[in-house]
């Protein structure tokens, strides 16, 4: 017997991120018949074949088992309206979606990223489910970037920033690379000018994370490690990613730090609304101030965001200096030289300020 309940399942086969796609076919009536699935997945090159599988129970399912063709229609990113449509069991699914005709003029929905026109050549049993083979007849792949699911949730997907290992079409995430590369070799420069000891962070999958320091003649201190993942709501780093970032990049670290805190015992814990605020202020000053407690309580840090061409932040730059040289404000001499050299910075990196 199982060791698990269906939901158990369900979470773990969810975590397997996938496309979505609407598979269409034709009723014995000749009317349109379409579903949302996501157990597509393809099987063989020669001969061309894929297969998806829909439940037995499915309104839709006659359709299917008794029509000898069916189309994958794989979703582009802005259809995740189309796949709550063709989720639910409705008299009319195709009611205001465009589409035009395929091969026995099966429907094909527009605006789609790719499609595959298939004959049906088997039909396997599959528990609850029944599993359709399809051989691939027509092809069709347009230039639109596909939805994703995963986790019982729609997502969109980005190209992994391989950089130079990068196996297909590289540019992409060789200008994420390049931005590095070029804010690296800006750092020893910006610390002279600055004459203070800076950090350099980009957001990572465990949140804001250290990956360059720039040490200077008089260093505060020598506790310099990179890779370093550093607080999302304490660090001067942290503050400036979660204050600039979409909030559903930033709202799971945040949380988890927080919950991370209540657990350890601290007392006087921010609340959500007081980091919120923080952050607030954050954006509007252009610079996120700290008192990093690893350097100890003499040592200030403040941040300022680097944006890319597409305006999105890219690095949070770090100043640390003593306290009586940073004061409280946003507004001393070292606040307005990093944020002139962040905006500086994110200039080189194509970032244009809209005035
Ligand atoms: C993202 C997503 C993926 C889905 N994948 C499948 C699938 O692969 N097979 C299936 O039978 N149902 C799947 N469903 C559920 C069907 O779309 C849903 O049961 C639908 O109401 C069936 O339509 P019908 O009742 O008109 O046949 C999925 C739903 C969503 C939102």
Known sequence: MASFDQRELRNVLGSFVTGVTVVTTLD??????????????????????????QALTARSFPAFRDSGRFIINILAEDQAHISQRFAKAGEDKFAGIAVREGIDRLPLIEGCTAYLECRKVATHPGGDHAVFLGEVE??????????????GRYMLAHAYDL????????????????????ANAALPELGQRLDAMLGLSVWGNRGPTVINWEPTRNAVTHDLHTGLVVSPVFSA???????????EMTCHHIQAELKMLHEAGMSNV???????????????????????????????AIGAPVFDHRGRIIFALTAIAPSSRIGEGYEGALQTALRQEAATLSQRLGHKVIV
Not at 237 to 247: C, D, E, I, K, V
């Open 138 to 151: 027509r092809i069709e792949l347009r230039d639109r970037k596909p939805l994703a699911f995963g986790g």
């Open 237 to 247: 780093s942290g503050l400036t990613f979660a204050a600039h970032l979409p909030r």
């Open 163 to 182: 950089g130079a290992f990068s196996i297909d079409k590289p540019s992409s995430g060789l200008q994420h690379v390049e931005a590095v590369r070029i």
């Open 270 to 300: 921010p609340s959500l609304e007081h980091v919120e605020a923080r952050l607030a202020e954050v954006r509007a000053h252009g610079l996120a101030h700290s008192v990093p407690e690893r350097f100890g309580a003499d040592i200030a």
């Open 28 to 53: 014995a009536e000749g009317r349109p018949v379409g579903v949302t699935a996501n157990s597509f997945s393809s099987v063989s090159l020669e001969p061309p074949l894929i297969l998806w599988s």
